[in-house]
């Protein structure tokens, strides 16, 4: 990686492995952190931002985010999102629905 202008980085293909690599362990860490807090009203509640509200994935994480407040594991980004993806994929889980499929992915 190297600065093409202040603040401004071209990335490597070796940068691009690393970058997967530190998403998906961070993602996992959520995953596995929302997976131990959510409650089935949780999974209700990031149904209806995601799907009825129309809610990004960054949306929705915001939006629990302030529902949670300190039980929230993305503190220092509201909108992160993985956070949000994690919790919609554990929401599917607990709501027995396809993480996979239309309307939650994508």
Do not use: H
């Not at 995953?31 to 129309?54: C, F, H, N, P, Q």
């Not at 709501?95 to 996979?100: A, D, H, K, P, R």
């Amino acid at each position: 990686m190297y600065e093409i202008y202040p603040g401004i980085y071209r990335l490597e293909n070796c940068d691009y492995t690393k970058l997967r690599r530190s998403a998906t362990k961070t993602a996992n860490l959520f995953y596995k952190k929302i997976k131990s807090i959510m409650t089935k009203e949780d999974a209700e509640k990031v149904k209806k931002l995601r799907i009825a509200d129309g809610n990004t994935w960054r949306g929705v994480a915001v939006e629990m985010f302030n529902e949670w407040g300190e039980k929230a594991c993305w503190k220092e980004i509201p909108s992160n999102q993985l956070a949000g993806m994690a919790l919609c994929e554990v929401a599917c889980e607990l709501l027995g629905e396809n993480w996979y499929e239309e309307p939650f992915y994508g």
